[in-house]
């Protein structure tokens, strides 16, 4: 896939991972890019590695998108529990 590609894949996927997975806020335009193209390469790694499967063939493959999804859904997730522990400490509610 060309770098267009994976733009388009990680706006689409990490937009799709930011409403399963919900949360307080909403990241930018960038971050959601961002994410959806590095849960991209980390599922597909991660598929490669466990299961032998080669999931980031096309961008109209169907596995490629799912593998996607369930890599920026995890990294999403990663990511909110990250600031949800910095957040917590910075913010005191009296």
Known sequence: MGIIAWIVL???VGSAAEYF???????????????GVVGAVAGGWVAAKLFHI???HGFF???TWITA???????????Q???GRSGSRRSVRR
């Open 10 to 12: 990680g706006i689409i």
């Open 21 to 35: 997975v919900g949360g307080r806020k909403s990241h930018g335009i960038i971050v959601t890019c961002l994410i």
């Open 54 to 56: 080669h999931s980031i």
């Open 61 to 63: 493959n169907l596995s």
């Open 69 to 79: 999804l369930i890599g920026a859904v995890v990294l999403l997730g990663a990511v």
């Open 81 to 83: 529990m990250v600031e």
